[in-house]
């Protein structure tokens, strides 16, 4: 028996034989809630599109999500933006968030503790870009060699504006500019992990250099840190569902698309399990994997699927550990060398005193050690940093396999456009072509990109 019929949007069992092509009264159909599909949704309801989402999970908000932890919300991954991510701040304004109440924002300050020696590096109150560069000339804990090494990197990079003419490994680029190994340990290791979440003997010198650029060129507030203060949920994904439905739109969780109807070389629709629903705009919003599963049947877009198919991936763990309220670290965000956190958040900033968020990227020997086994490691290396060496009362550890897709250099060849072959199919997400490595804003962009394209092949 045939899946019933109907048109994205409409709960009614409809034809689609008679509708025109892309106007305002056809809904559009994005499929994926995450930050990707919820940009494009966000940003054509807008606009006065009306826009069906269909999600596969039973909440919004994919890799950026909020999860239970005994009487708490945590996120499935402590997450940190910049000051830099423009669209992800302009799209968050625009439905009407207000930064002050969703972000803690710092001018940017690493403090990185280990491998013998402290290092403490803030921008400085000084025109953009002397205010990182003065900031690395001030820089504690590096000596004057390695912090004029540093500057003159920044510089040259600078002055051909961050630019490659070919892609190359980060540590690659840090070695022709004449990086040291220890500053390459101590500064640029943990900001390429932080930023690529890929080593620097794999990563992308092209994606990390975009990185940079956006963070240490124009507005001296692009280099800021935001800190979520409240659940990854709130923050953008549930306020973003709620004004695509308060325009008229309509978003399904646990609703996922099984199978992409082309007919012609144009998109008719998609099947869920029990339903087919006609569309003739799609926003394809759904992680690579998925997207290429998706895509592969199809032969003007197998191609493509063969290249997503070719994507690795990264992981990213965080163990949480719950502490007396009173606990807290001496910085918001501390980096760590030669421990299995890298990363510390202390989430007093989120109204969750003490709590702690160690983040650990990509796989190492932690992959292979039990839950139970990477608390206690965990919980040693974080007691030393707190006053008295407390133990946690309570503690979990989410492992996000697929975190990130492998930002390598590289990589670019194997991104798709958002613009398919197929007529009215659009993809989004973080990894398609933005430049950018797998990020919040790479998936706002892409997203955001898709629904501009179906607006300009609206326009008469
Ligand atoms: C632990 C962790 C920490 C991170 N830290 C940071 C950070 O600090 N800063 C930063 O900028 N970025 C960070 N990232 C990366 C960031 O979260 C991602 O780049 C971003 O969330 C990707 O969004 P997306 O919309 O492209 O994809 P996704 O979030 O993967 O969204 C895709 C959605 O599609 C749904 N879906 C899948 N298949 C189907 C189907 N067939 N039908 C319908 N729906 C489907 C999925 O359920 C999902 O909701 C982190 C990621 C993780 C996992």
Redesign the pocket.
């Known amino acids: 028996m045939k899946p019933p019929v109907t048109v994205a949007g409409s709960g009614s069992n409809a034809d689609d034989a008679d509708l025109p092509a892309v106007m305002k009264s056809k809904p559009i159909l994005v499929?994926?809630?995450?930050?990707?599909?919820l940009a494009a949704g966000v940003e054509l309801a807008a606009r006065g599109y009306s826009v069906q989402v269909?999600?596969?999970?039973r909440q919004p908000?994919?890799?950026?999500r909020c999860v239970r932890f005994g009487e708490l919300n945590i996120d499935?991954?402590q997450?940190?933006?910049i000051g830099a991510y423009r669209e992800t701040l302009r799209l968050m304004e625009s439905i009407g968030l207000r930064e002050s109440d969703i972000f803690a924002r710092t001018p940017l300050r690493l403090a990185i503790r280990g491998h013998g020696q402290d290092l403490d590096l803030a921008s400085l109150p000084l025109p953009s870009p002397m205010h990182i560069g003065g900031g690395l000339m001030r820089a504690r804990g590096l000596s004057l060699r390695q912090r004029g090494a540093a500057v003159k990197m920044a510089y040259r990079l600078w002055r051909r504006k961050f630019a490659l003419a070919e892609d190359c490994t980060v540590a690659m680029l840090l070695e022709h500019e004449g990086q040291n190994t220890d500053l390459i340990r101590r500064l640029w290791e943990p900001l390429c992990l932080a930023t690529l979440n890929t080593p620097i003997s794999r990563a992308s010198a092209r994606a990390f250099l975009a990185v940079l650029r956006d963070a240490f060129t124009g507005n001296r507030g692009n280099a800021d840190l935001l800190i979520p203060r409240t659940g990854l949920g709130r923050i953008f994904p549930v306020p973003a569902v709620d004004f695509i439905e308060q325009r008229d739109g309509h978003v399904q969780l646990g609703r996922?698309?099984n199978r992409l109807l082309i007919e012609d070389n144009r998109i008719i629709g998609i099947e869920t399990g029990d339903k087919t629903v006609l569309a003739d705009q799609v926003v394809l919003?759904?992680?690579p994997v998925?997207a290429a599963r998706?895509l592969q049947p199809h032969s003007a877009l197998a191609g493509t699927a063969e290249r997503l198919f070719q994507l690795s991936y990264e992981s990213?763990t965080?163990v949480y550990l719950h502490y007396p309220e009173e606990v807290r670290l001496a910085n918001a965000m501390l980096g760590l060398i030669g421990t299995h956190a890298q990363w510390v958040f202390d989430r007093s900033l989120c109204g969750q005193p003490g709590l702690m968020a160690a983040v650990i990227s990509t796989d190492g020997p932690h992959t292979l050690m039990e839950n139970r086994q990477l608390i206690a490691a965990v919980s040693e290396e974080i007691s030393r940093l707190l006053p008295g060496g407390p133990s946690p009362l309570n503690s979990a550890v989410i492992r996000?396999k697929r975190?990130?897709f492998a930002c390598e250099a590289g990589v670019d060849a194997l991104r798709p456009e958002a613009r398919t072959p197929v007529t009215g199919l659009w993809l989004a997400?973080?990894y398609t072509a933005t430049g950018y490595p797998?990020?919040?804003?790479?998936?706002v962009r892409s997203g955001v990109q898709c629904a501009r394209h179906i607006m300009d092949n609206a326009r008469p």
Do not use: Q
Request: hydrophobic share 50%; net charge negative; proline share 2%.
């Open positions: 499929l994926g809630a995450g930050w990707a599909g269909l999600e596969s999970a908000g994919g890799r950026a499935n991954g997450h940190l933006l996922r698309a919003a759904v992680p998925a998706l990213i965080t996000e975190a990130t997400g973080d797998a990020t919040l804003e790479g998936a």
